[in-house]
């Protein structure tokens, strides 16, 4: 990542108050970026040649996921795949397959749709515009904003978790963001966006960094933080959470669960499985039954005649 052509620096930080959305800003880009530059980590959808199938591939996988968890899967899945046509001419089963056990499978068959859909109807490039990519199958807001920031240098606003949280505590002043993303959120990020298209990607890229490994949701380290002296929550004596409950994920039980050892079985086999097969990793039936049958229906499993499944071929 090259250096940014640098945003005019902040008068001291620590003669002024907390930051308000309308100034929060001028003051918050050039010390995010500067610390960005120093401590951002050197991940391979960062390094240059990623490109943007690398940063798409990427921004799917790293979804409700740690980055510990998707390397050694992303890495593997780039070599086996280091173009979206290279993934199209296989069977999305194989994409659920090579997912193994980083959750939320149906992201994988989303990136199968979406390498389909670049390889039909973009030549097999990733296109650059945000209206293109958000046209993709399995492409929201955020992972269309994110593509093009990250692989285009574009000017979007990039809303995250650790976005959120970032501008929450630094210029709304509360410990966490709401539960979903608002509108007054959106407001926010689209004020406190730079004008000039580099440094607002950087700034995407960074304020994303400063929450994933400063400004975490239980262990923040203000004193490692750059904004620390313009932060709003801190400089209110870091007020307690009082809004809704946050949404824990339980995992242990559930049909989340059982979908999960059900799909291993399936991804370790190299023909279709028995149902007697499947019956053995789960012993409430009720509850593997509608596990296994929301499997079907999200299209991540194939039933075949003769009670047995298999990954999805088509």
Not at 50 to 72: H, N
Not at 113 to 135: K, M, N, S, W
Not at 198 to 217: I, N, P, Q, Y
Request: with cysteine; hydrophobic share 40%; proline share 9%.
């Amino acid at each position: 990542m090259t250096a940014p052509t640098k945003p005019t620096p902040p008068a001291q930080a620590d003669s002024r108050g907390p930051v308000g959305d309308e100034t929060a800003g001028a003051d918050l880009h050039a010390p995010v970026i500067d610390w960005f530059e120093e401590n951002a980590r050197d991940l391979p959808w960062r390094r240059p040649d990623a490109g943007p199938w690398g940063v798409m591939v990427s921004e799917f996988m790293l979804q409700q996921t740690p980055v510990s968890r998707v390397l050694p899967v992303y890495e593997q899945w780039m070599a086996r795949w280091p173009r979206p046509a290279d993934l199209a001419e296989d069977a999305p089963g194989e994409a659920v397959r090579a997912w193994g056990r980083l959750g939320y499978p149906r992201r994988a068959l989303r990136l199968h749709g979406a390498a389909v859909a670049i390889t039909e109807r973009h030549d097999g490039d990733v296109p650059t515009e945000h209206a293109q990519l958000l046209a993709l199958p399995g492409i929201g807001e955020y992972t269309a904003a994110a593509v093009a920031s990250f692989a285009y240098g574009q000017r979007h606003a990039v809303l995250d978790t650790n976005v959120r949280r970032v501008f929450a505590r630094a210029v709304t002043g509360v410990q966490y963001p709401p539960n979903a993303t608002t509108a007054a959120e959106r407001r926010l990020a689209r004020t406190l966006l730079p004008d000039d298209e580099h440094t607002a990607a950087l700034w995407a890229a960074a304020s994303m960094e400063l929450g994933a490994l400063v400004c975490t949701a239980k262990n923040e380290t203000c004193v490692r933080c750059p904004i620390a002296a313009l932060c709003t929550w801190r400089l209110a004596g870091k007020p307690a959470h009082d809004g809704p409950p946050r949404r824990g994920q339980t995992y242990a039980g559930t049909d989340r669960q059982v979908r999960g050892r059900l799909l291993a079985v399936l991804r370790e086999a190299v023909t279709p499985v028995p149902q007697s097969a499947l019956d053995r990793v789960w012993e409430e039936p009720v509850q593997r039954a509608r596990a296994l049958d929301g499997l079907v229906s999200d299209g991540l499993v194939e039933p075949l005649a003769g009670g047995l499944y298999r990954l999805p071929q088509s």
